[in-house]
């Protein structure tokens, strides 16, 4: 039998995708990914910050998802071997804009309880202002070179919806 989590993330990839097929013409250019665990609040405040940002600009459910709020599950440890990571990075928001991809970018968030040190890791608010400059048309591309600690992966994939429906479907 799943654990909760692995059951609770497996919904969501496969909402994840549904939302996809149903909205194949989104015009919100961004996509991001919040692999967390459960103890990670810091990380779950930042997802909560671009939440609310991106339903501010019409986002849908498809552009931002988090997986592992509930625990680590297999969901998780899929997407991290997708992306070519070890399971000690997490936490960590993956994004990409729409026409990047497979091309994706990583950025490690704090670990554990809101308030901890998280001196040397990136400021997740400089990337979500980044996206917010491109969805308001001040830039045209998702700028995330000079933000220190994001990388850059690529998956094994060239489009985003078979993509994600291969992953429901393990």
Not at 53 to 65: I, M
Not at 84 to 97: E, H, I, N, V
Not at 141 to 146: A, F, H, K, M, N
Not at 155 to 162: E, H, T
Request: a negative charge; proline letters at 7%.
């Amino acid at each position: 039998m799943p654990s909760r989590a692995d059951a609770h993330d497996a919904d969501k990839l496969r909402r994840w995708r549904t939302d996809l097929s149903d909205s194949p013409s989104q015009t919100f250019p961004v996509y991001a990914m919040f692999l967390v665990s459960e103890r990670d609040k810091a990380a779950h405040d930042v997802f909560r910050s671009f939440r609310s940002s991106f339903e501010e600009r019409g986002a849908g459910f498809g552009n931002l998802v988090i997986f592992g709020q509930h625990g680590v599950s297999s969901t998780v440890h899929v997407m991290l071997e997708q992306f070519g990571l070890a399971s000690d990075t997490l936490p960590l928001l993956a994004l990409w804009q729409g026409p990047e991809f497979p091309q994706v970018c990583h950025l490690p968030l704090p670990a554990g309880e809101a308030g901890q040190d998280s001196r040397g890791l990136p400021d997740p608010s400089d990337l979500l202002a980044r996206v917010e400059q491109l969805v308001s048309g001040v830039e045209d591309r998702l700028q995330t070179s000079g933000i220190p600690g994001t990388t850059t992966a690529s998956v094994a994939a060239s489009d985003m919806l078979p993509w994600v429906s291969g992953l429901a479907d393990t």
